[in-house]
């Protein structure tokens, strides 16, 4: 466990030291300061942009976040032949997967609060009391995060940084699109498609199921059961992808 | 360094200058009429990665911007439901968007056919929501002028959950002065009555409770009226008549009536009249 937490620790403070976090950090708070003075050009609607605004930039800080420095979080180790530190001492490689996986969610996790705190802070400022309602949005933004966390350590695993990258969008891209691949298959009559698309649909992420935005801008209601599947579905996803990247780290030869 | 962040600024400025040239080439509306690219608001929800509120509070922006532009130069909307079916595509559940979209293509875009299936789109996408049906049923009695669609779906609305009285109101006063249905009407005034929250909305309605009640009066006076001339071949002289040929069992007093104004039923030129209407 100790183990685990030494190299939670060391990535935790080798991401925060990284120059594109300050830069991001930045530029994050200040669109949502910038959600405030939107009021003459919203026509009645500045109270439902200044939540979207802000719990979108604080989803998109920790989704780019995730691209740019979990993609790399491997590959330095390895240019930078740390790696063969680590590996010498007693640590299993699994370990050396949690650690870096766990150092990286807690940064995010950490700064994402701050984000919803500032965020809470500029609806105080703008209408007299918080909505604490919209703070749902943060723990399902982790867990999207942390599934597609597993899917770039999986790839950093045996591919390249840009390639590890460019899946990481592409998973991205085909996580948000999945309902409509469920529509597709629904609607094509080609049997082999219909299964093949169910297939994807069931097998690929659906990071919709984490996208609670809409449900919390309009007060709908929040299904406990529904809510529960899509918190358990996410940490399973994950448990599953760090499974299979520490079972293919532990096969890779470092030379 | 002087030297060097100068030419920086310089570069930028040409930069700027450019984009600032290049924008002159297009009107404003043009920028905006890149949305009518997008083959569907489906598609633009695809491509927006899960970002799709975010997304829409930006389509309203640039649809307002899109409204006052518009409104200020050739007053063509030619666009407009095609945004607003975007927007509420990418957010099914932003109400203003469907109220003021059907309110200002109804009113600036002459185009009540497409405010109508706009706020169809609304009432589908949240079925408890009041103010669609509320908007749909204004529109088609004040710009219209079909009645008896605007009292259904005012009544409609006011049957929803979160609604005010705003709608019932309006339901009550369709079906006693657009519609003449002064059961309906009197019915939904008895309700308002009951449930007012203030002593000004139980004023309002108690005037509209005694107005409708006084004519129903009359219209069943002048009904009995009718009854008594078929059978005795010559009309009543007076109410008392009626009364006492045991057409009626007794006169209905008139709901005006006051401890220090007294109001009452009387038959002028063979018809029933009340003095409260005199005044």
């Given at each position: 466990m100790n183990r685990v937490l030494a190299i939670v620790e060391n990535t935790f403070k080798e991401s925060l030291r990284q120059r594109i976090m300050l830069l991001l950090i930045i530029f994050s708070i200040l669109l949502i300061f910038i959600s405030m003075f939107l009021e003459p050009f919203a026509l009645g609607e500045s109270?439902?942009?200044?939540?979207?605004?802000?719990?979108?930039?604080?989803?998109?800080?920790?989704?780019?976040?995730?691209?740019?420095?979990?993609?790399?979080?491997?590959?330095?180790?390895?240019?930078?032949?740390?790696?063969?530190?680590?590996?010498?001492?007693?640590?299993?490689?699994?370990?050396?997967?949690?650690?870096?996986?766990?150092?990286?969610?807690f940064l995010i996790a950490l700064l994402e609060s701050a984000m919803a705190i500032i965020h809470q802070i500029v609806i105080f400022i703008y209408e007299g009391k918080f909505d604490i309602h919209i703070l749902l949005n943060l723990p399902f933004s982790l867990i999207e995060i942390m599934v597609l966390l597993g899917i770039l350590l999986l790839f950093s695993s045996f591919s390249s940084t840009t390639l590890t990258s460019i899946m990481g969008v592409i998973f991205y891209v085909i996580g948000h699109a999945s309902p409509d691949l469920k529509l597709f298959a629904d609607a094509t009559k080609t049997p082999a498609l219909k299964y093949i698309a169910y297939g994807?649909?069931?097998?690929?992420?659906?990071?919709?199921?984490?996208?609670?935005?809409?449900?919390?801008?309009?007060?709908?209601?929040?299904?406990?059961?529904?809510?529960?599947?899509?918190?358990?579905?996410?940490?399973?996803?994950?448990?599953?992808?760090?499974?299979?990247?520490?079972?293919?780290?532990?096969?890779?030869?470092?030379? | 360094m002087v030297k060097k962040i100068l030419v920086i600024i310089l570069l930028l400025l040409i930069v700027a200058s450019?984009?600032?040239?290049?924008?002159?080439?297009?009107?404003?509306?043009?920028?905006?009429?890149?949305?009518?690219?997008?083959?569907?608001?489906f598609v633009v929800r695809t491509l927006s990665l899960g970002f799709y509120v975010p997304l829409a509070d930006?389509?309203?922006?640039?649809f307002i911007q899109y409204y006052g532009e518009h409104r200020m130069t050739d007053a063509r909307f030619d666009l407009m439901y095609h945004i607003l079916d975007i927007l509420t595509t990418l957010d099914p559940y932003f109400v203003h968007a469907y109220t003021l979209?059907?309110?200002?293509?109804?009113?600036?875009?002459?185009?009540?056919?497409?405010a109508m299936m706009l706020l169809k789109k609304g009432m589908e996408a949240d079925y408890n929501e009041w103010r669609t049906p509320f908007i749909y049923g204004f529109?088609?009695?004040?710009?219209?002028?079909?009645?008896?669609?605007?009292?259904?779906?005012?009544?409609?609305?006011?049957?929803k959950p979160t609604a005010p009285d705003?709608?019932?109101?309006?339901?009550?006063?369709?079906?006693?002065?657009?519609?003449?249905?002064?059961?309906?009407?009197?019915?939904?005034?008895?309700?308002?009555?009951?449930?007012?929250?203030?002593?000004?909305?139980?004023?309002?309605?108690?005037?509209?409770?005694?107005?409708?009640?006084?004519?129903?009066?009359?219209?069943?006076?002048?009904?009995?009226?009718?009854?008594?001339?078929?059978?005795?071949?010559?009309?009543?002289?007076?109410?008392?008549?009626l009364s006492h040929y045991g057409f009626i069992d007794s006169i209905?007093?008139?709901?005006?009536?006051?401890?220090?104004?007294?109001?009452?039923?009387?038959?002028?030129?063979?018809?029933?009249?009340?003095?409260?209407e005199k005044k």
């Open positions: 109270p439902k942009l200044l939540r979207d605004f802000g719990m979108a930039v604080s989803s998109l800080f920790g989704i780019l976040v995730v691209i740019i420095i979990g993609s790399t979080l491997i590959h330095k180790d390895i240019e930078k032949r740390t790696i063969y530190t680590v590996i010498a001492k007693p640590v299993r490689r699994s370990e050396i997967i949690l650690g870096k996986f766990l150092g990286l969610l994807f649909y069931y097998i690929l992420p659906n990071l919709e199921n984490f996208n609670l935005r809409l449900e919390l801008v309009h007060k709908l209601p929040i299904f406990a059961d529904q809510t529960l599947f899509s918190v358990c579905y996410g940490f399973i996803y994950t448990v599953f992808l760090l499974y299979l990247t520490a079972l293919i780290f532990e096969q890779r030869e470092f030379k | 450019l984009a600032y040239r290049i924008d002159l080439n297009k009107t404003r509306h043009e920028l905006i009429g890149e949305l009518m690219y997008f083959p569907s608001g930006f389509v309203w922006l640039r979209g059907a309110l200002m293509l109804t009113h600036d875009a002459n185009r009540p056919d497409q529109i088609h009695y004040v710009f219209l002028k079909k009645h008896k669609i605007a009292f259904s779906y005012m009544r409609i609305s006011a049957q705003m709608p019932k109101r309006w339901a009550a006063h369709m079906a006693y002065r657009k519609l003449g249905d002064l059961r309906t009407s009197l019915a939904l005034w008895l309700d308002l009555y009951n449930n007012a929250k203030n002593p000004e909305e139980r004023a309002i309605a108690e005037l509209y409770i005694k107005e409708i009640r006084m004519k129903l009066d009359i219209e069943f006076l002048n009904k009995k009226i009718e009854e008594f001339s078929a059978k005795l071949k010559r009309p009543p002289f007076s109410l008392n008549e209905p007093s008139e709901p005006h009536s006051t401890d220090t104004h007294k109001h009452y039923y009387y038959i002028k030129d063979g018809v029933v009249k009340s003095t409260w």
